[in-house]
T-cell receptor, first 117, second 112 residues
Framework: DTGVSQDPRHKITKRGQNVTFRCDPI?????LYWYRQTLGQGPEFLTY????????KSRLLSDRFSAERPKGSFSTLEIQRTEQGDSAMYLC???????????????FGAGTRLSVL | KQEVTQIPAALSVPEGENLVLNCSFT??????LQWFRQDPGKGLTSLLL?????REQTSGRLNASLDKSSGRSTLYIAASQPGDSATYLC???????????FGTGTQLKVEL
């Protein structure tokens, strides 16, 4: 068990460019989550997948953002036409899809820090 | 809409002191509450999870309590050490069990 892996760790891009981040969850976890964290704030929920199905999206996820989990394993988060306000840490988490939701622990990766110049 | 508040925002204590971090939430319809640790520029490490039916959980020098009806949780750290310096975040699981709502964190510094 290598934990949740995110790539790249850091990304610097120019405004208007497209960027894509990858998340590899813990192998036996069927749920995968994306969060965004800006400086001095707690993480905010963006979206989550159960296997390959994207079941919920936050209003924070504008139409410039798209997330996929094509085979129910790794996931990608793409941001098109980046804006300076997109600068943040993008965190991925995974968990078992337990019947007992009270025991649902989300395990987080180290995050991808995006800087839009 | 669930809102989570953490007090204090920052705390500086001398090594060896016992301390309490506070977390409050507005909607008591939660599945569980988790306390996380975050080191600068890093991801989140889960410290303790308290299920909605539980009152407290302990791990080593850490003890977390939950009073769901009043919307409050505390994280007690005994005999603090410089290695405990980090930001501590609490989060509640809501939204059909799919969404963690986080507080803004307490930045802890333990000085020698």
């Amino acid at each position: 068990d290598t934990g949740v892996s995110q790539d790249p760790r850091h990304k610097i891009t120019k405004r208007g460019q497209n960027v894509t981040f990858r998340c590899d969850p813990i192998s036996e976890h069927n749920r995968l989550y994306w969060y965004r964290q800006t400086l001095g704030q707690g993480p905010e929920f963006l979206t989550y997948f159960q296997n390959e199905a994207q079941l919920e999206k936050s209003r924070l996820l504008s139409d410039r953002f798209s997330a996929e989990r094509p085979k129910g394993s790794f996931s990608t988060l793409e941001i098109q036409r980046t804006e300076q306000g997109d600068s943040a840490m993008y965190l991925c988490a995974s968990s078992f899809g337990l019947d007992r939701l009270a025991k649902n622990i989300q395990y987080f990766g180290a995050g991808t820090r995006l800087s839009v110049l | 809409k669930q809102e989570v508040t953490q007090i204090p925002a920052a705390l500086s204590v001398p090594e060896g002191e016992n301390l309490v971090l506070n977390c409050s939430f507005t909607d008591s319809a939660i599945y569980n509450l988790q306390w996380f640790r975050q080191d600068p520029g890093k991801g989140l490490t889960s410290l303790l999870l308290i299920q909605s039916s539980q009152r407290e959980q302990t791990s080593g020098r850490l003890n977390a309590s939950l009073d769901k009806s009043s919307g409050r949780s505390t994280l007690y750290i005994a005999a603090s050490q410089p290695g405990d310096s980090a930001t501590y975040l609490c989060a509640v699981l809501t939204g059909g069990g799919n969404k963690l709502t986080f507080g803004t964190g307490t930045q802890l510094k333990v000085e020698l």
